[in-house]
C-alpha cells in the first residue's frame, strides 16, 4: 500500500493536545506509547531506541518551538505519525535555542524508509514552513485542523 498523504498516517487517537512531559526522553515515550496503543509500533522500546539512533544524526529541533523526531524500525507495523503539544517548555537541539512545545514523531517501517519517508516529510516540512500553519499548531484544540494543516490541506 503506498502512502501519499499524512492524512493516511495520523488520525485524532495519535494528537495528544496535553503531554504531560517535561524532557524530549519524556515527549518521545509518551508519543510511543500512544503509537503503541494503537497497534503501529509493536515494540516501544526498540522503536525508541531506533528514534535515539536517529538523533544522533542530526538535530531534529527546527525552531519554532516545534522537533520532528523519527525511527526508522522493524518495532514500527504501520508507518505513521503521532503528534504532541505540551504546555511546559523542553529543552531540544534546536537552531534557534528556543523551548519546543510542539513534537511530530515520525514512526516509519524499515520497508518506507525512502520514499514514502522523505514525501512525507517534506509535506509536514512544506506545512510548518508557513508562519499561520505554524502558530495553529501551537494554539488551536481541534484536532481535525490539525491533520488538514499536516496534511496541506487548508491554504
Same mark, same amino acid.
Given at each position: 500500500?503506498?502512502?501519499?498523504?499524512?492524512?493516511?498516517?495520523?488520525?485524532?487517537?495519535?494528537?495528544?493536545?496535553?503531554?504531560?512531559?517535561?524532557?524530549?526522553?519524556?515527549?518521545?515515550?509518551?508519543?510511543?506509547?500512544?503509537?503503541?496503543?494503537? *497497534?503501529?509500533?509493536?515494540?516501544?522500546?526498540?522503536?525508541?531506541?531506533?528514534?535515539?539512533?536517529?538523533?544522533?544524526?542530526?538535530?531534529?529541533?527546527?525552531?519554532?518551538?516545534?522537533?520532528?523526531?523519527? *525511527?526508522?524500525?522493524?518495532?514500527?507495523?504501520?508507518?505513521?505519525?503521532?503528534? *504532541?503539544?505540551?504546555?511546559?517548555?523542553?529543552?531540544?537541539?534546536?537552531?534557534? *535555542?528556543?523551548?519546543?512545545?510542539?513534537?511530530?514523531?515520525?514512526?516509519?517501517?524499515?520497508?518506507?524508509?525512502?520514499?514514502?519517508?522523505?514525501?512525507?516529510?517534506?509535506?509536514?516540512?512544506?506545512?510548518?514552513?508557513?508562519?499561520?500553519?505554524?502558530?495553529?499548531?501551537?494554539?488551536?484544540?481541534?484536532?481535525?485542523?490539525?491533520?488538514?494543516?499536516?496534511?496541506?490541506?487548508?491554504?
Amino acid at each position: 500500500m503506498e502512502i501519499n498523504n499524512v492524512r493516511e498516517i495520523i488520525n485524532e487517537q495519535l494528537i495528544n493536545l496535553n503531554l504531560k512531559a517535561s524532557t524530549k526522553k519524556e515527549a518521545i515515550e509518551e508519543l510511543t506509547a500512544d503509537l503503541y496503543r494503537e *497497534g503501529n509500533v509493536i515494540n516501544p522500546k526498540k522503536f525508541i531506541a531506533d528514534v535515539y539512533y536517529r538523533e544522533e544524526e542530526g538535530q531534529t529541533g527546527l525552531g519554532n518551538h516545534i522537533a520532528i523526531p523519527h *525511527g526508522k524500525s522493524d518495532a514500527v507495523k504501520i508507518t505513521s505519525i503521532a503528534f *504532541g503539544r505540551t504546555v511546559k517548555d523542553l529543552k531540544w537541539e534546536s537552531p534557534d *535555542g528556543e523551548p519546543v512545545h510542539v513534537i511530530i514523531l515520525f514512526a516509519v517501517r524499515n520497508v518506507d524508509k525512502t520514499t514514502v519517508h522523505l514525501k512525507l516529510l517534506s509535506q509536514v516540512a512544506m506545512a510548518l514552513a508557513d508562519d499561520d500553519t505554524l502558530n495553529r499548531l501551537l494554539e488551536t484544540n481541534d484536532k481535525t485542523e490539525i491533520i488538514q494543516l499536516l496534511s496541506q490541506e487548508m491554504k
